[in-house]
């Protein structure tokens, strides 16, 4: 009873249209309203300042600015011009270009929408002028921004290692190997697809203009280095990072490229601060959620149900699959870590599952969600940058989602790939 007024209430709300952070704070109400046995609902925002109060958090701000910061300084011309020069050549040599920009933007941005919206504005036009079909081009570019979140920094994998107490760090370094599969993947779909159509080849760049492209984009190549560099090193933590990729931005636009202006700063501080916002509302309204269910202790009586069916490890990796790939077909992404990562934790430790490992399957699973409807957050940006129906875009993602779900399957199954990099660090630290 108690769980199904949490959840089914929650989820009511969410049917009937509320945004999910009232549809998390009114469940919590029902709740204690019912079976809060004379708890006061001021813990309510008590819980919910508890919830925020995290100092990793610290760093969502900073690579927010920073991503804003290096779109604002002409980072994504550079990256397209340096990617065409790169692979340009090949037959549907644009869709690589989206999949190589994307790559590179992963190690500053940490957002799929965020890149997604770069790389489309530039190279969906593009496309469509050169003769690729406007739903395919919507497809690829909302395919590759899935590896944003992926490759670090990432402000999913924050989220996750905030709630599910693990390495920030040993997080991010997991997924590198995952990230650049998943760019390898999509290259190779995007080749038979490109090839089956016929789309147009571009002339090879000469030696010359491929160190052109290169110089011009040297500072942005630069800036992966440097926050991913500082993080393994351990000269930085993951907030200092962050702080570091803002002053990194700042130098670069304000001293080298001189695209960055003082007056375009109040709305780059203004998208931040609402892009922020939007996140640490979510977060606090699930530290309320997760108090309860740990009060409660949901989780023991998951860990009581599942085990009584199996115990192997690659089953319960297998549901976990299943149930994240619908959380993200139906939730946003941070608010389904939020809600759920608390109550399936005690599973994973007592079946002894690396959390970072499945921190790593969690994030790639709800990033994978953002390509289904009917949530489908880049479907529907990609779509409208194309100016295409939905419809023609899911059609088009079909191939490229099935290399990215092989991805995930290859990454859930053979943990010693995702945690290689991890280990070999921890070895050397």
């Known amino acids: 009873m108690t ?63 920073a991503g804003e910061l290096m779109n604002a300084v002409g980072i994504t011309r550079r990256l ?6 790169m692979v340009g050549h090949i037959r549907g040599g644009l869709a690589y270009v989206v999949i190589v920009t994307n790559v590179i933007m992963a190690g500053f941005s940490g957002t799929a929408l965020a890149d997604a919206s770069a790389t489309g504005s530039v190279l969906i036009p593009a496309m469509k002028r050169q003769g690729y ?39 991010f370094l997991a997924g590198v190997i995952p990230g650049l599969l998943m760019g390898v993947y999509l290259f190779a779909v995007t080749y038979v697809i490109s090839r089956r159509r016929g789309y147009p080849v571009q002339a090879r760049s000469t030696w010359r203009e491929l160190v052109t492209a290169t110089r011009r984009a040297s500072w942005a190549l630069m800036a992966p280095v440097i926050i991913l560099g500082g993080i393994i090193s351990g000269v930085v ?38 892009g922020t916002a939007v996140i640490m509302i979510i977060v606090g309204a699930s530290g309320v959620m997760g108090w309860l269910v740990a009060n409660i202790r949901i989780g023991e009586a998951i860990v009581s149900g599942v085990t009584a069916l199996t115990q192997s490890p690659w089953m319960i990796l297998l549901l976990m699959n299943v149930f994240f790939l619908i959380v993200g077909c139906l939730m946003d992404p941070l608010a389904g870590m939020l809600i759920f990562i608390p109550v399936i934790m005690p599973l994973i430790r007592h079946v002894h599952i690396d959390p970072v490992h499945f921190g790593l399957v969690v994030v790639l699973n709800l990033m994978i969600g953002l390509l289904t409807p009917p949530v489908g957050y880049l479907l529907f940006m990609s779509a409208e940058m194309a100016e295409v129906s939905i419809d023609a875009v899911v059609r088009e993602v079909t191939p490229l989602l099935i290399a990215l779900i092989l991805v995930l399957l290859i990454s859930t199954y053979w943990p010693g790939m995702v945690m290689l990099i991890p280990n070999l660090f921890r070895g050397l630290q």
């Open 133 to 171: 079909h406007a739903d395919f081009s919507a497809a690829i570019t909302a395919a590759a921004a899935t590896i944003g979140p992926i490759i670090p920094p990432s402000i999913p994998m924050i989220i996750y290692a905030v709630v599910a107490e693990v390495s920030v760090g040993s997080l």
């Open 237 to 274: 933590t993951p907030t200092e990072a962050g702080v570091l990729a803002v002053i990194y931005s700042l130098v670069v636009g304000f001293g080298i490229h001189r695209e960055l202006k003082v007056r375009d700063l109040p709305g780059i501080f203004c998208r931040t601060a609402v």
């Open 80 to 85: 397209v011009a340096f990617a065409t020069a």
């Open 3 to 65: 769980l199904l007024a949490l959840f089914g209430s929650f989820f009511l709300f969410l049917v009937i249209g509320m945004p999910v952070v009232f549809s998390m704070g009114l469940s919590t109400v029902v709740f204690l309203v019912l079976f809060g046995q004379g708890l006061p609902l001021t813990v309510i925002p008590h819980q919910m300042v508890a919830g925020v109060d995290n100092f990793p958090l610290l760093a969502i701000p900073f690579f927010f600015l």
